[in-house]
C-alpha cells in the first residue's frame, strides 16, 4: 500500500467544507492514517512550498496558506498519489473535470481547494514536515 499526503486549504476549514471532503475520499477507499489541523506559521510554509520558491505566485501563496486553518491527511492506498491526483483534478478549478475535488470545492488557481502531493518523495517530504515526530 501507498501513502501519500492531502491537505484541505483554508477556504475549505473556513467554508466548513472539511466533512464532505473528507466523506469523498472515504467513499474513494482511501484509508486516513493521520490527520491534524493546525495553522502553518511563515517559515513552515515556505518550507512545504519550496519547490515553488522564487515563481511569481509564490509570495501570494505563502499568505493564503498562512491565512488561515489547514487540515492535513496522511492517506493510503494502492497507487494512493496517482489516485488521488485524479480525484483532486487539474490545478486550475476551471480547467478540473467535473467530479473532481476541485470542480467541486475550488475557486480560482490559488483557491483550489487543496494540496495533493506529485509523488511518492514529496508525500515522504510533507508528511514529514506536517507531521514531524511520528
Ligand atoms: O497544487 P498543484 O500540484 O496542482 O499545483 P502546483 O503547480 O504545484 O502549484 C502549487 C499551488 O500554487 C497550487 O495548488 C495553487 O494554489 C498555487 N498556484 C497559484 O497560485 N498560481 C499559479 N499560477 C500556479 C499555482
Ligand atoms: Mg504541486
Redesign the pocket.
Request: net charge positive; proline share 5%; glycine share 0%.
Given at each position: 500500500m501507498e501513502r501519500t499526503f492531502l491537505m484541505l486549504?483554508p477556504e475549505i476549514v473556513e467554508r466548513g467544507l472539511q466533512g464532505e471532503i473528507i466523506d469523498l475520499l472515504i467513499k474513494n477507499r482511501f484509508a486516513i492514517r493521520k490527520m491534524r489541523q493546525f495553522r502553518f506559521d511563515e517559515s513552515s510554509a515556505r518550507r512545504f512550498?519550496a519547490?515553488?520558491d522564487g515563481?511569481?505566485?509564490f509570495e501570494?501563496?505563502i499568505a493564503?496558506m498562512t491565512s488561515g486553518s489547514v487540515i492535513g491527511l496522511e492517506l493510503e492506498k494502492e497507487d494512493a498519489v496517482l489516485h488521488l491526483r485524479e480525484l483532486?483534478g487539474?490545478?486550475d478549478p476551471a480547467e478540473a473535470r467535473p467530479g473532481t475535488v476541485r470542480y467541486m470545492y475550488g475557486t480560482d488557481?490559488?483557491?483550489?481547494a487543496v494540496?495533493?502531493s506529485?509523488s511518492p518523495e514529496s508525500a515522504q517530504k510533507e508528511l514529514a514536515i506536517v507531521f514531524p515526530k511520528s
Open positions: 486549504k512550498y519547490v515553488h515563481k511569481d505566485f501570494p501563496l493564503y483532486v487539474a490545478t488557481l490559488r483557491h483550489n494540496h495533493a506529485d
